[in-house]
Structures are given as structure tokens and as C-alpha cells.
């Protein structure tokens, strides 16, 4: 089993930073992919950034290339979303997630543990 829990979200001008943690406990192999996803009123959820913890490999959307990076702890077994050059469009509920093995992508279906969700809302 395992346990992600975030902590971070809040409101900020466009062009602002956030960052957003999210500690992860439980087997290490069944969190080997970890990747933030989210959620605007209205759309699907996506994956934004996901990191692959073993050898920090990284994937991000197109729309958050140059961005956002996901920093990683391994010590204190957290993963970070540093987001810089807010955009009002990336206003969403963003989400933590967690999946065993080596495949990492952004696929929200593939991922089997799930943080509580933290707002983020970007004003113009």
C-alpha cells in the first residue's frame, strides 16, 4: 500500500511560482513512477510531469515544457512540482500519483494510487 500526501497548492499572479510536495510512504517498487497530474472544472484530468524515481528519468506535456521540472528527495521520500511562468490556464486541482514498474507515462488509467488533490489558481 501506499500513501501520497500533498501539501503546497494556493492562488498566485500569472507569471508567479508554486511549489507542491508530495510524500510518498509505503513499498518503494509500487511508487517507482510518480507523476503529478490535474484536474480544471470542466476537463479530464492530465498528466502534467512524472518522474521514474530509480534512475530520475522525466516526462513532461507540451504545455509545461520549460516550466516545470519535478524535483525529487529520496531521502525524505518526496516528490516536489516546481512550476514557474504561471499561466491562468494551468489553474486546476493537481493531483499526485503513484504506479509499480518501469513504465512511467502520463496515463492517468495506469497510475493506482492517488494524493488528495491541492488547488492551484492562477489570476491574470
Known amino acids: 500500500q501506499v500513501q501520497l500526501v500533498e501539501s503546497g497548492g494556493g492562488s498566485v499572479q500569472a507569471g508567479g511560482s508554486l511549489r507542491l510536495s508530495c510524500a510518498a510512504s509505503g513499498d518503494p517498487y509500487s511508487r517507482n513512477c510518480m507523476g503529478w497530474f490535474r484536474q480544471a472544472p470542466g476537463k479530464e484530468r492530465e498528466g502534467v510531469v512524472g518522474i521514474r524515481t530509480g534512475d530520475s528519468t522525466t516526462y513532461y506535456a507540451d504545455s509545461v515544457k520549460g516550466r516545470f521540472t519535478i524535483p525529487q528527495d529520496k531521502i525524505k521520500n518526496t516528490v516536489y512540482l516546481q512550476m514557474n511562468s504561471l499561466k491562468p490556464d494551468d489553474t486546476a486541482v493537481y493531483y499526485c500519483?503513484?504506479?509499480?514498474?518501469?513504465?512511467?507515462?502520463?496515463?492517468?488509467?495506469?497510475?493506482?494510487?492517488w494524493g488528495q488533490g491541492t488547488q492551484v489558481t492562477v489570476s491574470s
Open positions: 500519483a503513484a504506479r509499480p514498474g518501469s513504465y512511467c507515462a502520463l496515463v492517468r488509467s495506469l497510475y493506482t494510487y
